[in-house]
Protein backbone atom coordinates (compact mmCIF):
# COMPACT_ATOMS: atom_id res chain seq x y z
CA UNK A 1 0.00 0.00 0.00
CA UNK A 2 1.19 3.16 -1.02
CA UNK A 3 0.28 6.30 1.63
CA UNK A 4 2.71 8.36 0.53
CA UNK A 5 0.48 11.41 -0.38
CA UNK A 6 2.25 14.83 -1.99
CA UNK A 7 2.26 17.80 0.17
CA UNK A 8 1.27 19.85 -3.18
CA UNK A 9 -2.44 19.34 -1.94
CA UNK A 10 -1.99 20.49 1.33
CA UNK A 11 -3.74 23.50 2.39
CA UNK A 12 -0.43 25.40 2.60
CA UNK A 13 2.10 24.60 0.37
CA UNK A 14 5.00 22.27 1.48
CA UNK A 15 3.59 22.13 5.41
CA UNK A 16 1.06 19.94 6.51
CA UNK A 17 -1.86 20.66 8.75
CA UNK A 18 -1.53 19.31 12.40
CA UNK A 19 -5.24 17.66 13.15
CA UNK A 20 -5.53 20.19 15.41
CA UNK A 21 -5.30 23.07 12.89
CA UNK A 22 -7.32 21.15 10.82
CA UNK A 23 -10.38 21.33 13.50
CA UNK A 24 -9.78 24.34 15.13
CA UNK A 25 -9.64 26.10 11.46
CA UNK A 26 -13.52 24.64 11.07
CA UNK A 27 -12.48 22.14 8.06
CA UNK A 28 -13.21 18.62 9.88
CA UNK A 29 -16.26 17.36 9.70
CA UNK A 30 -15.44 14.03 11.58
CA UNK A 31 -15.46 11.22 9.14
CA UNK A 32 -12.65 9.05 10.59
CA UNK A 33 -10.73 8.51 7.95
CA UNK A 34 -7.46 10.00 9.50
CA UNK A 35 -7.61 7.70 12.42
CA UNK A 36 -8.11 4.67 10.18
CA UNK A 37 -4.48 5.92 8.16
CA UNK A 38 -2.73 6.69 11.43
CA UNK A 39 -4.08 3.84 13.26
CA UNK A 40 -6.16 3.58 16.22
CA UNK A 41 -4.22 4.16 19.07
CA UNK A 42 -2.56 7.23 17.81
CA UNK A 43 -5.37 9.01 16.61
CA UNK A 44 -8.93 8.55 18.15
CA UNK A 45 -12.29 9.84 17.56
CA UNK A 46 -14.21 11.69 20.56
CA UNK A 47 -17.60 13.52 20.99
CA UNK A 48 -16.54 17.25 22.06
CA UNK A 49 -18.24 19.37 24.26
CA UNK A 50 -20.23 21.05 21.15
CA UNK A 51 -21.39 17.33 20.12
CA UNK A 52 -19.04 16.54 16.74
CA UNK A 53 -16.91 14.06 16.20
CA UNK A 54 -13.40 14.73 16.55
CA UNK A 55 -10.18 13.10 15.92
CA UNK A 56 -7.38 13.86 18.67
CA UNK A 57 -3.94 12.73 18.33
CA UNK A 58 -2.54 10.41 21.27
CA UNK A 59 1.20 11.01 20.19
CA UNK A 60 2.62 13.41 17.77
CA UNK A 61 2.38 12.49 14.26
CA UNK A 62 5.43 12.11 12.38
CA UNK A 63 5.19 14.77 9.29
CA UNK A 64 4.96 11.45 6.38
CA UNK A 65 1.42 10.88 8.48
CA UNK A 66 0.27 14.56 8.31
CA UNK A 67 0.85 15.00 4.70
CA UNK A 68 -1.04 11.90 4.00
CA UNK A 69 -3.98 12.81 6.48
CA UNK A 70 -3.63 16.31 4.48
CA UNK A 71 -3.89 14.68 1.13
CA UNK A 72 -7.26 12.21 2.02
CA UNK A 73 -9.25 14.85 4.86
CA UNK A 74 -12.38 15.97 3.10
CA UNK A 75 -11.34 19.27 5.02
CA UNK A 76 -7.95 19.71 3.46
CA UNK A 77 -8.86 18.44 -0.12
CA UNK A 78 -11.77 18.26 -2.22
CA UNK A 79 -11.66 16.68 -5.59
CA UNK A 80 -14.77 17.26 -8.13
CA UNK A 81 -15.59 14.16 -10.58
CA UNK A 82 -12.83 12.72 -13.36
CA UNK A 83 -14.17 12.93 -16.63
CA UNK A 84 -13.56 9.48 -17.37
CA UNK A 85 -16.57 8.53 -15.28
CA UNK A 86 -18.98 9.61 -17.55
CA UNK A 87 -19.94 8.81 -20.82
CA UNK A 88 -20.09 10.93 -23.94
CA UNK A 89 -23.92 11.46 -24.03
CA UNK A 90 -23.70 12.72 -20.20
CA UNK A 91 -24.64 16.33 -19.34
CA UNK A 92 -22.49 18.14 -17.16
CA UNK A 93 -24.22 21.35 -15.47
CA UNK A 94 -21.96 24.04 -13.87
CA UNK A 95 -24.01 23.89 -10.62
CA UNK A 96 -25.20 20.09 -10.62
CA UNK A 97 -21.97 18.78 -12.14
CA UNK A 98 -22.22 15.54 -14.35
CA UNK A 99 -25.61 13.87 -14.74
CA UNK A 100 -26.45 10.78 -16.91
CA UNK A 101 -29.59 10.52 -15.80
CA UNK A 102 -31.95 12.95 -13.89
CA UNK A 103 -35.18 10.95 -12.68
CA UNK A 104 -38.12 11.37 -9.51
CA UNK A 105 -38.53 7.49 -8.17
CA UNK A 106 -38.67 5.52 -5.43
CA UNK A 107 -38.07 2.00 -3.81
CA UNK A 108 -40.10 -0.47 -5.66
CA UNK A 109 -40.51 -2.63 -1.83
CA UNK A 110 -43.29 -0.74 0.08
CA UNK A 111 -41.93 -1.53 3.31
CA UNK A 112 -38.31 -0.24 2.19
CA UNK A 113 -40.34 3.26 0.32
CA UNK A 114 -41.78 3.92 4.08
CA UNK A 115 -39.47 2.97 6.35
CA UNK A 116 -36.51 4.93 3.94
CA UNK A 117 -35.75 8.92 4.87
CA UNK A 118 -37.32 9.59 1.78
CA UNK A 119 -38.46 6.95 -1.65
CA UNK A 120 -36.50 4.46 0.11
CA UNK A 121 -33.60 4.78 -2.92
CA UNK A 122 -30.99 4.55 -1.29
CA UNK A 123 -31.66 1.72 0.94
CA UNK A 124 -33.24 -0.49 -2.13
CA UNK A 125 -30.01 0.21 -3.95
CA UNK A 126 -27.78 -1.17 -1.14
CA UNK A 127 -30.33 -4.53 -1.25
CA UNK A 128 -30.19 -4.94 -4.79
CA UNK A 129 -26.53 -4.85 -5.05
CA UNK A 130 -26.01 -7.25 -2.09
CA UNK A 131 -28.77 -9.72 -3.79
CA UNK A 132 -27.65 -9.78 -7.11
CA UNK A 133 -23.55 -10.12 -5.68
CA UNK A 134 -22.68 -7.33 -7.33
CA UNK A 135 -20.77 -6.48 -3.77
CA UNK A 136 -20.57 -8.63 -0.35
CA UNK A 137 -21.37 -6.05 2.08
CA UNK A 138 -22.43 -2.35 2.22
CA UNK A 139 -20.75 0.07 4.25
CA UNK A 140 -22.84 2.96 6.22
CA UNK A 141 -24.34 3.90 9.05
CA UNK A 142 -27.45 3.69 11.83
CA UNK A 143 -28.28 4.60 15.23
CA UNK A 144 -25.96 3.07 17.87
CA UNK A 145 -27.53 -0.09 19.28
CA UNK A 146 -26.33 1.16 22.78
CA UNK A 147 -26.93 4.77 22.44
CA UNK A 148 -29.71 5.09 19.75
CA UNK A 149 -29.39 8.92 19.53
CA UNK A 150 -26.07 8.60 18.10
CA UNK A 151 -24.96 7.07 14.91
CA UNK A 152 -22.22 4.00 14.27
CA UNK A 153 -20.86 2.47 11.20
CA UNK A 154 -22.38 -0.56 9.76
CA UNK A 155 -21.51 -3.25 7.34
CA UNK A 156 -24.61 -4.75 6.24
CA UNK A 157 -24.48 -8.02 4.29
CA UNK A 158 -28.38 -8.44 3.86
CA UNK A 159 -31.07 -6.88 3.42
CA UNK A 160 -32.24 -6.79 6.79
CA UNK A 161 -29.33 -5.11 8.12
CA UNK A 162 -29.62 -2.72 5.16
CA UNK A 163 -32.99 -1.84 6.31
CA UNK A 164 -32.35 -1.20 9.65
CA UNK A 165 -30.06 1.09 8.72
CA UNK A 166 -32.25 3.41 6.48
CA UNK A 167 -33.66 6.70 7.24
CA UNK A 168 -31.63 10.12 7.57
CA UNK A 169 -29.27 10.64 10.68
CA UNK A 170 -28.34 14.37 11.21
CA UNK A 171 -26.28 13.71 13.96
CA UNK A 172 -21.93 13.29 13.58
CA UNK A 173 -21.03 10.15 11.84
CA UNK A 174 -17.57 8.96 11.86
CA UNK A 175 -18.21 6.71 8.90
CA UNK A 176 -15.11 6.06 8.04
CA UNK A 177 -13.21 5.45 11.28
CA UNK A 178 -11.63 1.67 10.00
CA UNK A 179 -12.27 2.25 6.22
CA UNK A 180 -8.55 0.26 6.25
CA UNK A 181 -10.17 -2.59 7.58
CA UNK A 182 -12.92 -2.48 5.43
CA UNK A 183 -10.20 -2.54 2.88
CA UNK A 184 -8.40 -5.32 4.29
CA UNK A 185 -11.49 -7.66 3.81
CA UNK A 186 -10.88 -7.96 0.20
CA UNK A 187 -14.21 -7.80 -0.90
CA UNK A 188 -16.34 -6.10 -3.16
CA UNK A 189 -18.45 -3.64 -1.33
CA UNK A 190 -20.45 -0.17 -1.93
CA UNK A 191 -20.19 2.77 0.34
CA UNK A 192 -23.75 4.79 1.37
CA UNK A 193 -22.55 8.08 2.39
CA UNK A 194 -22.37 11.94 2.43
CA UNK A 195 -20.93 13.32 0.20
CA UNK A 196 -17.74 14.64 1.92
CA UNK A 197 -17.22 10.85 3.57
CA UNK A 198 -17.07 10.23 -0.93
CA UNK A 199 -14.89 12.36 -1.34
CA UNK A 200 -12.47 11.15 1.29
CA UNK A 201 -12.53 7.51 -0.16
CA UNK A 202 -11.81 9.13 -3.64
CA UNK A 203 -8.74 11.01 -2.13
CA UNK A 204 -7.52 7.74 -0.74
CA UNK A 205 -7.98 5.95 -3.87
CA UNK A 206 -5.15 8.18 -5.80
CA UNK A 207 -3.04 6.76 -3.23
CA UNK A 208 -4.52 2.76 -2.04
CA UNK A 209 -5.12 1.19 -5.14
CA UNK A 210 -7.73 -0.99 -3.03
CA UNK A 211 -9.88 1.37 -3.16
CA UNK A 212 -11.30 1.63 -7.04
CA UNK A 213 -10.28 -2.07 -6.60
CA UNK A 214 -13.22 -3.07 -4.28
CA UNK A 215 -15.43 0.06 -3.49
CA UNK A 216 -17.57 -0.70 -6.76
CA UNK A 217 -20.25 1.88 -6.25
CA UNK A 218 -20.43 5.07 -4.13
CA UNK A 219 -23.60 6.32 -3.38
CA UNK A 220 -24.55 9.70 -2.08
CA UNK A 221 -27.49 11.53 -0.38
CA UNK A 222 -27.32 15.70 -1.40
CA UNK A 223 -26.65 16.82 1.71
CA UNK A 224 -28.09 20.36 3.49
CA UNK A 225 -24.91 19.43 6.53
CA UNK A 226 -24.42 17.56 9.43
CA UNK A 227 -25.77 18.63 12.51
CA UNK A 228 -24.33 18.29 16.11
CA UNK A 229 -25.60 15.84 18.60
CA UNK A 230 -26.16 19.07 20.44
CA UNK A 231 -29.49 19.18 17.78
CA UNK A 232 -30.28 16.42 19.56
CA UNK A 233 -29.66 16.91 22.92
CA UNK A 234 -31.55 19.95 22.28
CA UNK A 235 -35.11 17.70 20.93
CA UNK A 236 -34.33 15.88 24.54
CA UNK A 237 -34.39 18.90 26.78
CA UNK A 238 -37.96 20.23 25.11
CA UNK A 239 -39.28 16.47 26.73
CA UNK A 240 -37.39 16.23 29.71
CA UNK A 241 -35.42 13.02 29.26
CA UNK A 242 -31.92 12.22 29.45
CA UNK A 243 -29.59 10.34 26.93
CA UNK A 244 -29.41 6.81 28.99
CA UNK A 245 -33.66 6.54 28.89
CA UNK A 246 -34.01 6.16 25.10
CA UNK A 247 -34.44 2.85 23.20
CA UNK A 248 -35.16 5.04 19.96
CA UNK A 249 -33.64 8.13 18.61
CA UNK A 250 -35.39 8.18 15.07
CA UNK A 251 -35.07 11.91 12.64
CA UNK A 252 -37.42 10.96 10.20
CA UNK A 253 -38.17 7.76 8.09
CA UNK A 254 -41.20 5.44 8.52
CA UNK A 255 -43.41 8.16 5.95
CA UNK A 256 -41.98 10.76 4.06
CA UNK A 257 -40.85 12.81 5.88
CA UNK A 258 -41.88 10.93 9.29
CA UNK A 259 -41.65 12.01 12.31
CA UNK A 260 -38.83 12.02 14.38
CA UNK A 261 -39.64 9.72 17.13
CA UNK A 262 -38.20 9.05 20.17
CA UNK A 263 -38.80 5.93 22.96
CA UNK A 264 -37.89 5.24 26.41
CA UNK A 265 -36.98 2.39 28.32
CA UNK A 266 -39.88 3.01 30.28
CA UNK A 267 -42.44 2.84 27.44
CA UNK A 268 -43.02 5.87 26.54
CA UNK A 269 -43.22 7.71 23.30
CA UNK A 270 -42.39 11.54 21.90
CA UNK A 271 -42.73 12.78 18.59
CA UNK A 272 -41.88 16.21 16.22
CA UNK A 273 -42.79 16.72 12.73
CA UNK A 274 -40.45 17.57 10.77
CA UNK A 275 -41.34 20.90 10.22
CA UNK A 276 -41.24 21.10 14.18
CA UNK A 277 -37.99 19.60 14.57
CA UNK A 278 -36.05 22.09 11.70
CA UNK A 279 -38.28 25.13 12.43
CA UNK A 280 -35.79 27.56 13.95
CA UNK A 281 -33.00 28.33 11.46
CA UNK A 282 -30.87 29.17 14.40
CA UNK A 283 -31.05 25.94 16.02
CA UNK A 284 -29.79 23.58 13.28
CA UNK A 285 -26.52 23.58 14.60
CA UNK A 286 -24.56 22.75 11.07
CA UNK A 287 -20.77 21.91 11.46
CA UNK A 288 -18.75 24.57 10.06
CA UNK A 289 -17.13 22.38 7.48
CA UNK A 290 -20.43 22.56 5.81
CA UNK A 291 -20.92 25.75 5.37
CA UNK A 292 -18.35 26.02 3.10
CA UNK A 293 -18.86 22.50 1.61
CA UNK A 294 -18.36 23.03 -2.09
CA UNK A 295 -19.49 19.40 -3.32
CA UNK A 296 -22.74 19.21 -0.66
CA UNK A 297 -24.62 17.33 -3.90
CA UNK A 298 -22.57 14.55 -4.18
CA UNK A 299 -20.79 15.38 -7.57
CA UNK A 300 -18.15 12.18 -6.48
CA UNK A 301 -20.88 9.49 -6.13
CA UNK A 302 -21.86 7.23 -8.67
CA UNK A 303 -25.35 8.29 -7.84
CA UNK A 304 -26.61 10.97 -5.63
CA UNK A 305 -30.32 10.83 -4.54
CA UNK A 306 -32.42 13.62 -2.65
CA UNK A 307 -35.54 14.75 -1.05
CA UNK A 308 -38.53 15.58 -3.95
CA UNK A 309 -41.32 17.68 -2.03
CA UNK A 310 -42.61 18.73 -5.27
CA UNK A 311 -45.15 21.08 -3.04
CA UNK A 312 -41.83 23.48 -2.07
CA UNK A 313 -42.07 21.82 1.36
CA UNK A 314 -42.77 18.49 3.42
CA UNK A 315 -46.43 18.25 4.59
CA UNK A 316 -47.08 16.16 6.99
CA UNK A 317 -47.07 12.83 5.09
CA UNK A 318 -46.05 13.37 1.16
CA UNK A 319 -45.66 10.65 -1.49
CA UNK A 320 -42.74 8.51 -0.89
CA UNK A 321 -40.40 10.02 -3.53
CA UNK A 322 -36.32 11.02 -4.36
CA UNK A 323 -34.49 12.98 -7.32
CA UNK A 324 -32.22 10.78 -8.39
CA UNK A 325 -29.47 12.14 -10.03
CA UNK A 326 -27.42 9.26 -12.05
CA UNK A 327 -23.86 10.80 -12.43
CA UNK A 328 -21.21 8.30 -13.79
CA UNK A 329 -21.30 5.29 -16.47
CA UNK A 330 -21.26 2.50 -13.49
CA UNK A 331 -23.92 4.17 -11.96
CA UNK A 332 -26.13 4.04 -15.27
CA UNK A 333 -25.62 0.47 -15.27
CA UNK A 334 -27.08 -0.26 -11.69
CA UNK A 335 -30.04 2.22 -12.32
CA UNK A 336 -31.30 0.62 -15.16
CA UNK A 337 -30.89 -3.20 -13.79
CA UNK A 338 -32.24 -2.19 -10.90
CA UNK A 339 -34.96 -0.61 -12.16
CA UNK A 340 -35.43 -3.49 -14.70
CA UNK A 341 -35.68 -6.06 -11.80
CA UNK A 342 -38.04 -3.63 -9.73
CA UNK A 343 -36.06 -2.35 -6.90
CA UNK A 344 -36.66 1.09 -8.24
CA UNK A 345 -39.65 2.28 -10.16
CA UNK A 346 -39.46 5.31 -11.81
CA UNK A 347 -42.03 8.27 -11.66
CA UNK A 348 -40.69 10.80 -14.25
CA UNK A 349 -38.07 12.60 -15.70
CA UNK A 350 -37.30 15.63 -14.09
CA UNK A 351 -34.79 18.37 -14.87
CA UNK A 352 -31.78 20.58 -13.80
CA UNK A 353 -34.65 23.46 -13.73
CA UNK A 354 -36.86 21.52 -11.53
CA UNK A 355 -34.29 20.24 -8.82
CA UNK A 356 -32.81 23.91 -9.04
CA UNK A 357 -36.36 24.54 -7.29
CA UNK A 358 -36.57 21.89 -4.91
CA UNK A 359 -32.95 22.25 -3.66
CA UNK A 360 -32.69 26.14 -3.87
CA UNK A 361 -30.30 26.41 -0.88
CA UNK A 362 -28.07 23.79 -2.50
CA UNK A 363 -28.08 26.18 -6.01
CA UNK A 364 -27.06 29.23 -3.15
CA UNK A 365 -24.36 27.50 -1.72
CA UNK A 366 -22.58 26.30 -4.86
CA UNK A 367 -23.07 29.90 -5.92
CA UNK A 368 -21.44 31.23 -2.81
CA UNK A 369 -18.23 28.45 -1.84
CA UNK A 370 -15.74 29.99 -3.99
CA UNK A 371 -16.42 33.74 -2.10
CA UNK A 372 -16.61 31.99 1.18
CA UNK A 373 -13.30 30.68 0.52
CA UNK A 374 -11.69 33.51 -0.78
CA UNK A 375 -13.31 35.49 2.42
CA UNK A 376 -11.05 32.99 4.18
CA UNK A 377 -7.73 32.96 2.90
CA UNK A 378 -7.72 36.69 2.84
CA UNK A 379 -8.21 36.47 6.79
CA UNK A 380 -5.47 34.29 7.11
CA UNK A 381 -7.44 31.07 7.77
CA UNK A 382 -6.25 27.66 5.60
CA UNK A 383 -8.70 26.75 3.23
CA UNK A 384 -9.37 22.92 1.23
CA UNK A 385 -7.44 22.61 -1.93
CA UNK A 386 -10.50 22.30 -4.37
CA UNK A 387 -10.29 21.11 -7.75
CA UNK A 388 -12.74 20.31 -10.71
CA UNK A 389 -15.43 21.66 -8.90
CA UNK A 390 -16.13 24.55 -11.02
CA UNK A 391 -16.63 26.85 -8.35
CA UNK A 392 -15.45 29.74 -9.73
CA UNK A 393 -17.71 29.62 -12.51
CA UNK A 394 -20.69 28.95 -10.37
CA UNK A 395 -19.68 32.33 -8.43
CA UNK A 396 -20.10 34.06 -11.97
CA UNK A 397 -23.84 33.24 -12.03
CA UNK A 398 -23.75 35.77 -8.94
CA UNK A 399 -23.72 38.98 -9.23
CA UNK A 400 -20.13 41.35 -8.25
CA UNK A 401 -21.94 42.67 -5.07
CA UNK A 402 -23.42 38.74 -4.18
CA UNK A 403 -19.98 37.57 -4.03
CA UNK A 404 -18.58 40.31 -2.42
CA UNK A 405 -20.85 40.45 0.45
CA UNK A 406 -20.59 36.32 0.56
CA UNK A 407 -16.81 36.57 0.53
CA UNK A 408 -16.69 39.90 3.14
CA UNK A 409 -18.92 37.95 5.24
CA UNK A 410 -16.63 34.82 5.35
CA UNK A 411 -13.75 37.26 6.34
CA UNK A 412 -15.49 38.62 9.04
CA UNK A 413 -16.74 35.57 10.51
CA UNK A 414 -13.05 34.01 10.20
CA UNK A 415 -11.27 37.06 11.69
CA UNK A 416 -14.08 36.61 14.66
CA UNK A 417 -12.98 33.28 14.76
CA UNK A 418 -17.03 32.29 14.36
CA UNK A 419 -15.83 29.61 11.18
CA UNK A 420 -13.78 27.88 13.34
CA UNK A 421 -13.88 25.63 16.35
CA UNK A 422 -12.51 25.26 19.45
CA UNK A 423 -9.73 22.23 20.42
CA UNK A 424 -11.38 18.83 19.97
CA UNK A 425 -11.07 17.52 23.61
CA UNK A 426 -13.71 15.03 24.44
CA UNK A 427 -16.80 15.60 26.62
CA UNK A 428 -15.63 15.62 30.85
CA UNK A 429 -18.38 15.00 33.52
CA UNK A 430 -18.86 11.79 32.35
CA UNK A 431 -19.19 8.58 34.06
CA UNK A 432 -15.61 6.55 33.46
CA UNK A 433 -17.71 4.18 30.75
CA UNK A 434 -18.68 6.69 28.68
CA UNK A 435 -15.43 8.38 28.29
CA UNK A 436 -13.62 5.03 27.36
CA UNK A 437 -16.62 4.26 24.75
CA UNK A 438 -15.73 7.61 23.56
CA UNK A 439 -11.78 7.27 23.10
CA UNK A 440 -12.71 3.65 21.59
C1 LIG B 1 -27.19 15.10 7.35
C2 LIG B 1 -28.14 15.02 6.22
C3 LIG B 1 -28.46 16.15 5.47
C4 LIG B 1 -29.33 16.06 4.38
N1 LIG B 1 -29.63 17.18 3.64
C5 LIG B 1 -30.43 17.08 2.56
C6 LIG B 1 -30.70 18.20 1.72
O1 LIG B 1 -30.23 19.31 1.95
N2 LIG B 1 -31.50 18.03 0.64
C7 LIG B 1 -32.02 16.79 0.35
O2 LIG B 1 -32.74 16.69 -0.63
N3 LIG B 1 -31.77 15.73 1.09
C8 LIG B 1 -30.98 15.85 2.19
N4 LIG B 1 -30.71 14.74 2.94
C9 LIG B 1 -31.03 13.43 2.37
C10 LIG B 1 -32.43 13.00 2.56
O3 LIG B 1 -32.74 13.18 3.93
C11 LIG B 1 -32.57 11.53 2.19
O4 LIG B 1 -31.68 10.82 2.98
C12 LIG B 1 -32.23 11.21 0.78
O5 LIG B 1 -33.18 11.81 -0.01
C13 LIG B 1 -32.16 9.72 0.57
O6 LIG B 1 -33.42 9.18 0.84
P1 LIG B 1 -33.66 7.62 0.78
O7 LIG B 1 -35.08 7.38 1.14
O8 LIG B 1 -33.13 7.07 -0.48
O9 LIG B 1 -32.71 7.15 1.98
P2 LIG B 1 -32.70 5.77 2.79
O10 LIG B 1 -33.15 4.65 1.92
O11 LIG B 1 -33.39 5.97 4.07
O12 LIG B 1 -31.14 5.58 3.02
C14 LIG B 1 -30.37 6.52 3.69
C15 LIG B 1 -28.96 5.97 3.76
O13 LIG B 1 -28.10 7.03 4.18
C16 LIG B 1 -27.26 6.59 5.24
N5 LIG B 1 -27.08 7.73 6.15
C17 LIG B 1 -28.07 8.38 6.82
N6 LIG B 1 -27.55 9.40 7.52
C18 LIG B 1 -26.23 9.39 7.30
C19 LIG B 1 -25.15 10.20 7.74
N7 LIG B 1 -25.33 11.22 8.60
N8 LIG B 1 -23.89 9.93 7.30
C20 LIG B 1 -23.67 8.90 6.45
N9 LIG B 1 -24.67 8.10 5.99
C21 LIG B 1 -25.92 8.34 6.41
C22 LIG B 1 -28.01 5.46 5.91
O14 LIG B 1 -27.08 4.55 6.46
C23 LIG B 1 -28.80 4.83 4.75
O15 LIG B 1 -28.06 3.79 4.17
C24 LIG B 1 -29.89 14.82 4.04
C25 LIG B 1 -29.59 13.68 4.81
C26 LIG B 1 -28.73 13.78 5.90
C27 LIG B 1 -28.42 12.55 6.71
S1 LIG C 1 -12.50 15.43 8.21
FE1 LIG C 1 -12.10 13.27 8.57
S2 LIG C 1 -9.95 12.95 7.90
FE2 LIG C 1 -10.26 15.16 8.15
S3 LIG C 1 -9.54 15.60 10.22
FE3 LIG C 1 -11.75 15.29 10.33
S4 LIG C 1 -12.03 13.13 10.83
FE4 LIG C 1 -9.92 13.39 10.12
S1 LIG D 1 -22.66 19.66 3.86
FE1 LIG D 1 -20.81 18.83 2.96
S2 LIG D 1 -19.34 18.74 4.66
FE2 LIG D 1 -21.36 18.95 5.57
S3 LIG D 1 -21.97 16.85 6.01
FE3 LIG D 1 -22.84 17.43 4.03
S4 LIG D 1 -21.34 16.72 2.49
FE4 LIG D 1 -20.34 16.73 4.50
Request: glycine fraction near 10%.
Amino acid sequence: MDLAGTSQDTPRAGEPLSLGEIVENGLCIGCGLCRSIAGAGRVEMVMTPEGRERPVATEVLDRQTLVTINAVCPGTRIAGPPPAQMSDGALSDTVWGPVERLVLGRAGDPTVRFVGSGGGVLTALGQFLLSTGRVKFVLHISASRSQPMRNERRLSFDAVSMLEGAGSRYGPAATLMDFGDVLDRGQPFALIAKPCDITAVRNLARLDRRVDQYMRYALAFVCGGASDLSKSEQVLQRFGLAEDELTLFRYRGHGNPGLNRIETKDGRAFELTYRQLWEDEDKWMIQPRCKICPDAIGQVADIAVHDAWLNGGPAMEDEPLNSIIVRTSRGLDLFDAAVEAGTLEVKRETSIAEISELQSHQVRKRRAVWARLKGMAIAGRPVPYVTDLALADCAAQNSMAENLAEGRGARDRARRGRLGEPPAAPRVGKGDKQLKDELR
